[in-house]
C-alpha cells in the first residue's frame, strides 16, 4: 500500500531565499504529482513526473524525481508572496487512485 | 467547456439527514473519484470509478455510497449524515490509465451538526 509523506508540514521563508520540500513515497509510484492549493480553493496541478531523473520547472519552482531513493523534491528559488500556499505531493497508488501527502503549508514573508 | 464541476459549495445537514453531492465532467473522462480534505490530513480517497457502471472504494469509504450510471456524473450519497464527515468534499476526473492529469472540482463544504 502505497503512504506519501511529505515534509516539512510548515514552512516560513523570507522573500529571496531558497528552500526545498521534500516528498517521500513508500513503494513504486509510477508517476508522481504536485499540486497547489490557495486557501478556500481547489488543487492546481503544477507538475507530473514520469520518470527517474524527470525535473520540470515553471517560473520560480522546480520539481524532479528520484525512483530509487522514492523520492520527489519541489525547489523554490527566490522566493515571493505570491508563492504562498499549500503544496501537496502525491504518488498513484494502483489504477487512478491518487495518495496525497498531508501537505506543506508555505508562508513567504516580505 | 466547464470542466468538473460539484453542487452545492457549501451544505449544512444536521446529523441524521441525508443528501447527495453532485459531480459532472464534461471532458468525456472515463475516470472519477471523490476525497475527502481535512485540516492536516491531506486528500483521501473516498469511492472512484473507472467508467459507467463500475465503481469501487477507496481509502475511507465508510458512510458514503457512489453509482455511475452516465460518464459524466457522479454523485456521492451521505446515508446518515454524522459530524465526522463535516469536511471538503473534491471531485476529481481523468482520461484513465492513460492519462497524465487529474482535474478537480471547486469542492464542496459540508458541515454536520
Known amino acids: 500500500e502505497l503512504k506519501v509523506e511529505q515534509n516539512p508540514l510548515f514552512l516560513s521563508m523570507q522573500e529571496g531565499k531558497n528552500y526545498t520540500i521534500y516528498c517521500n513515497y513508500s513503494?513504486?509510484?509510477?508517476?508522481l504529482y504536485w499540486y497547489r492549493q490557495d486557501p478556500g480553493k481547489s488543487l492546481e496541478s503544477l507538475f507530473v513526473?514520469?520518470?527517474?531523473?524527470a525535473v520540470k520547472q515553471e517560473g520560480r519552482l522546480m520539481a524532479s524525481l528520484d525512483t530509487k531513493a522514492r523520492l520527489s523534491t519541489l525547489h523554490i528559488t527566490a522566493a515571493v508572496h505570491d508563492l504562498s500556499a499549500t503544496y501537496f505531493c502525491a504518488g498513484r497508488g494502483g489504477s487512478e487512485k491518487l495518495v496525497f501527502g498531508k501537505g506543506t503549508k508555505l508562508t513567504v514573508n516580505p | 467547456n466547464a470542466g468538473v464541476t460539484q453542487t452545492p459549495k457549501f451544505q449544512v445537514l444536521k446529523t441524521g439527514q441525508s443528501m447527495t453531492l453532485q459531480c459532472a465532467q464534461d471532458m468525456n473522462h472515463e475516470y472519477m473519484s471523490w476525497y475527502r480534505q481535512d485540516p492536516g490530513m491531506g486528500l483521501r480517497l473516498i469511492h472512484y470509478?473507472?467508467?459507467?457502471?463500475i465503481t469501487d472504494q477507496g481509502e475511507v469509504p465508510n458512510g458514503y455510497n457512489v453509482s455511475r450510471s452516465t460518464t459524466e456524473d457522479f454523485p456521492l450519497r451521505l446515508l446518515s449524515a454524522a459530524p465526522s464527515q463535516t469536511s471538503v468534499y473534491f471531485c476529481?476526473?481523468?482520461w484513465g490509465t492513460g492519462g497524465l492529469e487529474q482535474y478537480f472540482g471547486p469542492g464542496t463544504r459540508l458541515t454536520v451538526t
Open positions: 513503494t513504486t509510484s509510477d508517476r
Open positions: 513526473l514520469l520518470s527517474n531523473g
Open positions: 470509478s473507472v467508467g459507467a457502471g
Open positions: 476529481a476526473s481523468s
